[in-house]
T-cell receptor, first 115, second 113 residues
């Protein structure tokens, strides 16, 4: 049982390049989330999904797109990377089928640098 | 809109001293409240959570937190801090529906030997 796995762990992009971050969970969780973490800002929600085939915008969605074609995977895309997108990105998932199952499980993060 | 305020950016305590990290939240309905800990370069680990019932909740590593609805607070406490507790601590709130977590900006804890 791997939990939540993010790939890649590190990446350096040039301004204008595109990339996709993959989040995979093997816990059959319904809800998945992408956050970015910047110094002094805590974690801010980019996009989220409440089930396979659904996505919704979070607090800071501009410049990002997401897809959830399979329940276990949640992809985060950067179409044209900008230096302002240099950050650490965390994926999380929640089972969400009862009050007892509202804990978020986090991946280990992806450190992205845009130069 | 939901929000979380952690008033202390950085706290330094001596090893063996007691600790209290403050958290105030804003949420329109019954909140689910969480404390997470993050060691340098690592992901987030859940310390404890509250969603209903007893307002004093126990977590891992000897931490506890008390939910005070009247004060919209969920402060984290530990009676005796260990050097290994040095990390960044995040308070978060969510609720039924999308369960999306809103985080505070974090409190960095330093421990003096």
């Amino acid at each position: 049982n791997a939990g939540v796995t993010q790939t890649p762990k590190f990446r350096v992009l040039k301004t204008g390049q595109s990339m996709t971050l993959l989040c995979a969970q093997d816990m059959n969780h319904e809800y998945m989330y992408w956050y970015r973490q910047d110094p002094g800002m805590g974690l801010r929600l980019i996009h989220y999904s409440v089930g396979e085939g659904t996505t919704a915008k979070g607090e800071v969605p501009d410049g990002y797109n997401v897809s959830r074609l399979k329940k276990q995977n949640f992809l985060l895309g950067l179409e044209s990377a900008a230096p302002s997108q240099t950050s650490v990105y965390f994926c999380a998932s929640i089972k969400g089928d009862s009050q007892m199952n509202t804990e978020a499980f986090f991946g280990q993060g992806t450190r992205l640098t845009v130069v | 809109a939901q929000s979380v305020t952690q008033p202390d950016i950085h706290i330094t305590v001596s090893e063996g001293a007691s600790l209290e990290l403050r958290c105030n939240y804003s949420y329109g309905a019954t909140p689910y409240l969480f404390w997470y800990v993050q060691s340098p370069g690592q992901g987030l680990q859940l310390l404890l959570k509250y969603f209903s019932g007893d307002t004093l909740v126990q977590g891992i590593k000897g931490f506890e937190a008390e939910f005070k609805r009247s004060q919209s607070s969920f402060n984290l406490r530990k009676p005796s801090v260990h050097w290994s507790d040095a990390a960044e601590y995040f308070c978060a709130v969510s609720g039924a529906g999308s369960y999306q977590l809103t985080f505070g900006k974090g409190t960095k804890l330093s421990v003096i030997p």
